[in-house]
């Protein structure tokens, strides 16, 4: 009886080609899936630090305007209760001047505009500084000439002797709350892609064995078993190997009886 020699390239099963995600390759999938985990998880951060930190840092424009217009009342108490109209037109021309701001000026209880750091006073300011009750503090968004403003009003000692109106404006305000939301999304998005570059050279490390013993388990295919299989390792990747290196060992003896006389 002739010797034949067995190779394992004459059972070829047909495989279909597969697309999309399934077509993919091992290395292809766990770096999409790592990647769009971290990229999902960094846009969810951002929106979250971006909605929490505009809120934070409008809350301290309105504590900050605040603040001045507090200021004023308590600088102007002394010159309107003493009618001294040059003391107090240098006080609001020196809190008009201020880094961010708009305007200032005082109403006195009848709603009259008594001092002011604006000339000519505004027809919008003028059209709303009759409304509300001038001893409660309010805020509000404005126009002044066609530039959006928010303003602060306080009472002047508790509404007795008027109210002070201070406003910022919202083009500065905005501008500053923009340059530091976009330095924290500028940090978080080097940190997402730092994240991403991570993750793919975690993949690469992590799928390198298996793509070994792929190209072992070709070999083996093709009829090629005196090479062992020589991988040590104690997670799944190493019980991969040892199982395979049985069954290089396995296929080997039964060719060696086979081709026996």
């Given amino acids: 009886m002739p010797q034949e020699s067995i190779s394992l390239e004459s059972s070829k099963v047909a495989t279909p080609a597969a697309l999309g995600w399934q077509g993919s390759s091992l290395r292809w999938k766990l770096g999409a899936a790592f990647g769009g985990l971290i990229l999902f998880l960094g846009i969810s951060v951002i929106g979250i630090v971006y909605y929490l930190t505009g809120n934070a840092l409008q809350r301290q424009v309105d504590l900050r305007a605040a603040a001045i217009a507090t200021n004023l009342s308590d600088a102007a108490a002394g010159h309107v209760s003493r009618k001294n109209a040059l003391e107090l037109d240098a006080l609001i021309a020196k809190y008009g001047r201020l880094d961010g701001v708009a305007y200032a000026y005082i109403?006195?209880?009848?709603?009259?505009?008594?001092?002011?750091?604006?000339?000519?006073?505004?027809?919008?300011?003028?059209?709303?500084?009759?409304?509300?009750?001038?001893?409660?503090?309010?805020?509000?968004?404005?126009?002044?000439?066609?530039?959006?403003?928010?303003?602060?009003?306080?009472?002047?000692?508790?509404?007795?002797?008027?109210?002070?109106?201070?406003?910022?404006?919202?083009?500065?305000?905005?501008?500053?709350?923009?340059?530091?939301?976009?330095?924290?999304?500028?940090?978080?998005?080097?940190?997402?892609?730092?994240?991403?570059?991570?993750?793919?050279?975690?993949?690469?490390?992590?799928?390198?064995?298996?793509?070994?013993?792929?190209?072992?388990?070709?070999?083996?295919?093709?009829?090629?078993?005196?090479?062992?299989?020589?991988?040590?390792?104690?997670?799944?990747?190493?019980?991969?190997?040892?199982?395979?290196?049985?069954?290089?060992?396995?296929?080997?003896?039964?060719?060696?009886?086979?081709n026996k006389p």
Avoid at 214 to 227: M, N, P, V, Y
Avoid at 232 to 241: K, P, R, W
Wanted: net charge neutral.
């Fill in 107 to 258: 109403q006195d209880p009848k709603s009259e505009v008594i001092a002011t750091s604006i000339q000519p006073f505004p027809v919008e300011l003028k059209e709303a500084t009759g409304r509300g009750d001038q001893r409660i503090s309010n805020s509000r968004t404005t126009s002044v000439r066609g530039k959006s403003i928010y303003e602060t009003r306080v009472p002047l000692l508790d509404g007795q002797l008027g109210a002070v109106h201070v406003g910022l404006w919202a083009e500065t305000i905005q501008q500053d709350v923009r340059g530091t939301l976009l330095t924290i999304v500028g940090l978080i998005g080097i940190c997402l892609a730092t994240g991403v570059a991570i993750a793919i050279m975690i993949t690469t490390k992590t799928i390198r064995p298996v793509l070994e013993l792929k190209s072992i388990a070709d070999e083996i295919s093709r009829g090629h078993l005196d090479t062992p299989v020589s991988f040590q390792s104690n997670d799944e990747v190493g019980e991969l190997a040892r199982s395979l290196e049985r069954m290089r060992a396995s296929l080997k003896a039964a060719m060696t009886r086979l």
